[in-house]
């Protein structure tokens, strides 16, 4: 079956919430496992696969899937537009100093950056993806070069912190199905800390879910979670939400504001909304955007 919509991220910009309260509404189908990521690393394996991936429902108007690795690759919005023209598109977008932050921690949940120094700053040398994946602007032109502004929801994690039942209605809308519905995913939390007790085992859970990802057995995984295999791995292996984790330094603060300066400045038009609290910090100015950013919608909305 054919998707009708995609999350295409940002990395670590709440795509998790954004799966969440997409799979629990009634009239959506997604595949059991998330960030299929088939039109960044697996367009090799062919449409075949990747619509094997997705199960038929009488109930279900709509079927998607929330991959953040389509955001930033190059490639992913030609083949996105090869494959189905039409198709609606969901974005998420934070700080993205914030999302930097975000990314280096989640590195180390992974175990992708190890030693002794697991600093931020460290980090930010090791990994120029950090700022890569935050150059929202640059990454959105790439994908509006292919599909109008009114194929693709755009949302901010402001916003979502703010008004995540708003939000949800908004998406919902966009989607061409029940706003109404309240999913209880709403009060979740989203980017959440969590660290691993056990590599071993942290990297066995992690071989056999890009198994099950890679090979179409996406069925199985969603049966060992509902076995309670999944929250039998996280009482042995989850350390938990209060482990401490690397902070960002003043100076290293300000240097990405200004790094990040002249891209947010594209960002604010494409938007048409103010971001200036992203660059200064100003919760006055995060206010301030939010309440455009609902006179903006509103102008999108009446256009449709």
């Given at each position: 079956?054919?998707?009708t919509f995609l999350g295409i991220g940002a990395q670590k910009c709440a795509?998790?919430?954004?799966?969440?309260?997409?799979?629990?509404?009634?009239?959506?189908?997604?595949?059991?496992?998330?960030?299929?990521?088939?039109?960044?690393?697996?367009?090799?394996?062919?449409?075949?696969?990747?619509?094997?991936?997705?199960?038929?429902?009488?109930?279900?108007?709509?079927?998607?899937?929330?991959?953040?690795?389509?955001?930033?690759?190059?490639?992913?919005?030609?083949?996105?537009?090869?494959?189905?023209?039409?198709?609606?598109?969901?974005?998420?977008?934070?700080?993205?100093?914030?999302?930097?932050?975000?990314?280096?921690?989640?590195?180390?949940?992974?175990?992708?950056?190890?030693?002794?120094?697991?600093?931020?700053?460290?980090?930010?040398?090791?990994?120029?993806?950090?700022?890569?994946?935050?150059?929202?602007?640059?990454?959105?032109?790439?994908?509006?070069?292919?599909?109008?502004?009114?194929?693709?929801?755009?949302?901010?994690?402001?916003?979502?912190?703010?008004?995540?039942?708003?939000?949800?209605?908004?998406?919902?809308?966009?989607?061409?199905?029940?706003?109404?519905?309240?999913?209880?995913a709403l009060a979740t939390r989203f980017n959440q800390s969590v660290a691993?007790?056990?590599?071993?085992?942290?990297?066995?859970?992690a071989r056999i879910y890009d198994l099950t990802r890679t090979r179409g057995?996406?069925?199985?995984?969603?049966?060992?979670?509902?076995?309670?295999?999944?929250?039998?791995?996280?009482?042995?292996?989850?350390?938990?939400?209060?482990?401490?984790?690397?902070?960002?330094?003043?100076?290293?603060?300000?240097?990405?504001?200004?790094?990040?300066?002249?891209?947010?400045?594209?960002?604010?038009?494409?938007?048409?909304?103010?971001?200036?609290?992203?660059?200064?910090?100003?919760?006055?100015?995060?206010?301030?955007?939010?309440?455009?950013?609902?006179?903006?919608?509103?102008?999108?909305?009446?256009?449709?």
């Amino acid at each position: 079956m054919m998707p009708t919509f995609l999350g295409i991220g940002a990395q670590k910009c709440a795509s998790t919430w954004l799966h969440q309260i997409v799979s629990l509404h009634p009239a959506v189908n997604v595949p059991a496992v998330k960030e299929i990521d088939f039109f960044s690393y697996y367009f090799d394996h062919g449409y075949q696969w990747y619509e094997r991936l997705f199960k038929a429902s009488d109930s279900a108007k709509h079927m998607g899937e929330v991959s953040p690795s389509y955001f930033h690759d190059p490639a992913a919005p030609a083949r996105v537009l090869q494959y189905r023209p039409d198709i609606k598109i969901l974005l998420t977008l934070r700080n993205p100093v914030q999302r930097a932050l975000s990314n280096h921690r989640h590195e180390i949940r992974l175990r992708h950056m190890v030693g002794d120094d697991l600093s931020f700053e460290a980090g930010l040398a090791n990994n120029p993806m950090y700022i890569e994946q935050g150059l929202y602007a640059k990454h959105l032109s790439n994908w509006l070069q292919y599909f109008p502004r009114e194929q693709i929801f755009i949302m901010l994690v402001d916003d979502i912190e703010a008004d995540p039942a708003g939000v949800a209605r908004d998406v919902y809308r966009f989607l061409g199905i029940d706003e109404t519905f309240q999913p209880a995913a709403l009060a979740t939390r989203f980017n959440q800390s969590v660290a691993s007790r056990s590599e071993t085992l942290f990297r066995a859970k992690a071989r056999i879910y890009d198994l099950t990802r890679t090979r179409g057995l996406a069925w199985l995984w969603s049966a060992a979670s509902g076995m309670g295999l999944r929250n039998l791995y996280r009482r042995m292996n989850i350390a938990g939400t209060d482990v401490p984790e690397p902070t960002m330094r003043a100076a290293t603060e300000r240097m990405l504001r200004k790094e990040f300066k002249a891209d947010i400045g594209q960002l604010e038009q494409i938007l048409d909304r103010s971001l200036a609290h992203w660059v200064s910090g100003d919760s006055n100015a995060r206010t301030e955007s939010q309440r455009s950013s609902r006179a903006s919608e509103d102008g999108l909305w009446a256009t449709r």
